[in-house]
């Protein structure tokens, strides 16, 4: 009787997300809730034929697998301490774990659900990317006094190098659609004006540095799949009102940063705050393959917040450098790219999107699940 109540309890809770996605407008659908066993879900993975999710249980120092097409559950594997990020093979038979903690990289047969070797990486390693080919993994040890992202060779799953980065913290790092150059953002701790390395992957050198101004808490990055721009989620620090909120006695904006690939390139800080409704901590993000919509978990205010990147690259595009700079704290702004926010669970930390770009996967921190949304066909 008492299985009967909770199960009854969470169909209801399903179908009010439902309710209230569609109520948004703009065609996207919260679906259900995918329950996983250990507490706190940081990151989640897909797998590239969209089969499979892998949940990384900060808390839980575990790796969940779940069927994306049941929804259920398929196995559990223990890693090591505090996994942060992972990410599939290109092949799908592998995921690579990055155990923040244990200064470890966990390598995990899919198939077998089990972990087949452990390698030693640099200090606190929370992002892991695949180089196009695959045959290289690059793991961010975003220490705050490490500067490098570490070198996997996944034919033989050893390190085999490392990338120096111009300052400490390498928090995210994403590939270029050519494969070609990484882009690592550095949340240098105290440091002011935190930045962008671009990586000459063939090298292992930073060609530019590119400072992202009065910026803080850099959390994800991501390419425009034309190669054009980088997206970085960031806060802005500030010492004034009413252009701030008031967070754990420090005031901040929140901003998506657009950075020009080009050397030299236009850098911009576009507002994802309006008046009375702030997106506070702005976390992990997804571009859909087509290159229509940016999908942002926003931590602390329990939604996935989507924005239409072809309005938001022709702000940029069409504005000076200077008139950039004026945007940045214009609250107004939001609504010309705005599409809809999609209330999920507490504190999405990780979005993902499935290979097709239909369904954005967030996995909720505090609520330990993942809300699944069904995004536009068009």
């Known amino acids: ?50 089969s499979t999710l892998a949940i990384a249980n900060q808390s839980g120092h575990s ?44 390598v995990v047969d899919v198939g077998k659900k089990a972990v087949v070797k452990t390698i030693k990486v640099g200090d606190w390693p929370c992002s892991i990317k695949l180089s196009k080919d695959g045959s290289k993994a690059y793991v961010c ?35 270029s659609p050519d494969g070609k150059t990484a882009a690592v953002i550095l949340d240098t ?12 992957l063939a090298t292992g050198r930073v060609v530019e540095h590119r400072n992202i101004y009065q910026s803080a808490n850099l959390r994800g990055v991501a390419y425009t799949p034309d190669g054009a721009y980088v997206l ?19 005031i901040f904006s929140n901003n998506l940063a657009v950075v020009e690939t080009k050397a030299g390139g236009k850098v911009a800080c576009m507002p994802l705050d309006e008046h009375n409704n702030y997106d506070g901590n702005p976390y992990g993000l997804a571009v859909d393959p087509g290159g229509k ?9 329990h939604r996935v917040t989507i924005l239409d990147l072809g309005k938001l690259i022709d702000i940029v595009a069409s504005s000076t450098q200077e008139e950039l700079d004026d945007m940045k704290n214009d609250l107004t702004l939001m609504v010309d790219y705005l599409v809809t926010r999609v209330n999920v669970g507490l504190g999405p930390s990780s979005v993902a999107l499935s290979p097709d770009g239909k369904i954005c996967y967030a996995a909720n921190y505090f609520t330990n699940n993942i809300s699944v949304i069904q995004t536009p066909v068009n």
Request: aromatic share 8%; glycine share 8%; hydrophobic share 35%.
């Open 189 to 200: 701790t105290g440091k002011i004006n935190r930045g962008v390395d671009f990586v000459d």
């Open 63 to 106: 790796v969940t697998f779940v069927d994306t097409k049941s929804r259920a559950v398929t196995g559990e594997v223990p890693v090591q301490v505090q996994p942060e990020s992972s990410v599939f093979a290109h092949d799908g038979r592998t995921l690579y774990v990055c155990n923040a903690e244990s200064d470890s990289v966990s």
């Open 1 to 50: 009787m008492k299985k009967k109540a909770w199960l009854l309890g969470f169909l209801g809770a399903g179908v009010l997300s439902l309710t209230l996605a569609q109520s948004a407008g703009a065609g996207f659908i919260q679906g259900t809730r995918v329950r996983t066993e250990h507490p706190s879900p940081f990151h989640v993975a897909v797998s590239p034929d969209g």
């Open 141 to 175: 040890c975003s220490g705050s006094m490490w500067n490098t992202v570490d070198i996997i060779d996944t034919a033989n799953n050893s390190k085999v190098g490392e990338i120096k980065t111009t300052n400490y913290g390498p928090r995210d790092i994403a590939i």
């Open 232 to 250: 970085v989620t960031m806060e802005q620090p500030k010492n004034w009102l009413p252009v701030c909120e008031a967070e754990n006695a420090q």
């Open 293 to 301: 919509y940016v999908y942002i978990g926003i931590r602390s205010m």
